[in-house]
Each structure stands twice: as structure tokens, then as C-alpha cells.
């Protein structure tokens, strides 16, 4: 990526500054790691946004909380999910978003502790907008995200960023989510004794007496 991309990014994130403090840095952060301008992403920020809002929580530094996002895979503007992580927090790695599919523009935070939850979705309007404009009309044509000529999405993506909550987003009341029983994390390592590379210990299995990895034991799972 060029440097030039980098300051345009960076620029885009000073529209996020009415979100409140620091949200211009999460924004040009967002867009760095997404890599693209596009329609969805930008929904799924001020979605993730709302919902850290409503709920008075911060972005997730941790593990407390999770993002249910209704989106999936296989349709267009799937971009949403990034959006949703990079506002809250709640990321694929630390295992915290989890995609329902169902093809919805909408999420639900859940505070691990006290299960308080809250669902925000997109207006179908907004949604509709999105699918109507131009940068969509390229996509459909198969031109990638990032070759899709910037005049076409600049404008879009800072109408999402700036507009107020209410013209676009719809927010529920909070109520209680109940979390399904988890295994603890373990903290423990080991070396498989078949390929000799090193394994979270509670992934081991054992196979004609010997501690092996998943792909090592063929049992998968
Ligand atoms: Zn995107
Ligand atoms: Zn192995």
C-alpha cells in the first residue's frame, strides 16, 4: 500500500472525531488494516459504535464481551463484519465475533459478566442506498474494492462516518444474553511427537500412545 493511501486514510479518520475522543485514531486504524473504502465496512464501524454506546462500554482491550454479527458469507458487503471488529474490539483472534449468516446488516454486543446485551441493525434504507450506488455498480461488474475509482466511495463512506445515529441505525432495548458453558483457556504447551512443531496442550490428542497435534492424530477434531 502507498503512503499516499496512508494519508488519505488518515485524513478519512478525522471525520470520526465526533464519535468521541480517540475515534478518529480507531477509524484511520480500520481502514488501514480493512485495506479499502467501501459501503459496508463504514456501516459496520457506527454499528459496533452505537452499540459500545448504548451499552456505556468501552472498545474490548480483553475478553469481555462478544459481537454476534448477522452477516455471512457468499453476499455482498460480508465488509460489514470488519467494520464491527474494528469498533469494538470484540476480534476473530482473541475469538470474540462469531457470524450468524443469516445476510443481515445487524449485530448484538454481549457483556460476558452480567449478559447485558444490546442488538443495533442498519435501516433497510441505508442498506438499499448502499446497494444503489455506484461503487456497488463496479463490484457487481467484478472490479475489486480497491481498484474502484475513489470519486464513486469518498463521498458515501464519509456520509456513513458523519451522520447521526438515528437517520441510519436502529437500537434495541438492552436485555440479558445467555452465554452457552465455555471451556476454560488453557495456558499450557507442548511439542507434538510426531512433527515436533509446538501445540496449545488442550488441542493434544493422543494416537498408539504418543501426544500428537490435531493434523498429526487424523482425528481432526
Ligand atoms: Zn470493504
Ligand atoms: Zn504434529
Known amino acids: 500500500m502507498e503512503k499516499k493511501e496512508f494519508e488519505l486514510f488518515h485524513e478519512i479518520g478525522t471525520h470520526a472525531a465526533h464519535l468521541g ?26 454499528t459496533g459504535h452505537l452499540a459500545l454506546k448504548a451499552l456505556s462500554a468501552e472498545r474490548e482491550p480483553n475478553m469481555a464481551k462478544i459481537a454476534l454479527v448477522e452477516t455471512g458469507s457468499a453476499h455482498a458487503a460480508g465488509c460489514f463484519v470488519d467494520g464491527i471488529q474494528l469498533a469494538t474490539g470484540c476480534t476473530f483472534g482473541k475469538g470474540l465475533v462469531q457470524k450468524l449468516e443469516y445476510g443481515k446488516w445487524a449485530v448484538t454486543i454481549a457483556i460476558k459478566k452480567d449478559g447485558r446485551a444490546v442488538r443495533v441493525s442498519v435501516k433497510p434504507e441505508a442498506v438499499q442506498a448502499m446497494f444503489d450506488g455506484k461503487f456497488m455498480d463496479h463490484r457487481r461488474k467484478g472490479i475489486p ?51 515436533g512443531e509446538m501445540v496449545a496442550e488442550n488441542k493434544l490428542r493422543v494416537k498408539d500412545g504418543k501426544k500428537v497435534c490435531l493434523p498429526c492424530s487424523e482425528y481432526m477434531a
Do not use: Q
Open 145 to 195: 474494492p480497491a481498484e474502484v475509482p475513489k470519486e464513486f466511495i469518498l463521498e458515501p463512506f464519509i456520509k456513513t462516518i458523519t451522520r447521526s445515529d438515528e437517520e441510519f441505525l436502529e437500537v434495541s432495548d438492552i436485555f440479558t444474553y445467555t452465554f452457552p458453558p465455555a471451556p476454560k483457556p488453557s495456558f499450557n504447551i507442548a511439542v507434538c511427537e510426531v512433527c
Open 21 to 46: 475522543e480517540g475515534w478518529d485514531k480507531v477509524l484511520e486504524a480500520a481502514l488501514i488494516i480493512h485495506g479499502h473504502l467501501c459501503g459496508a465496512m463504514p456501516l459496520g464501524f457506527r
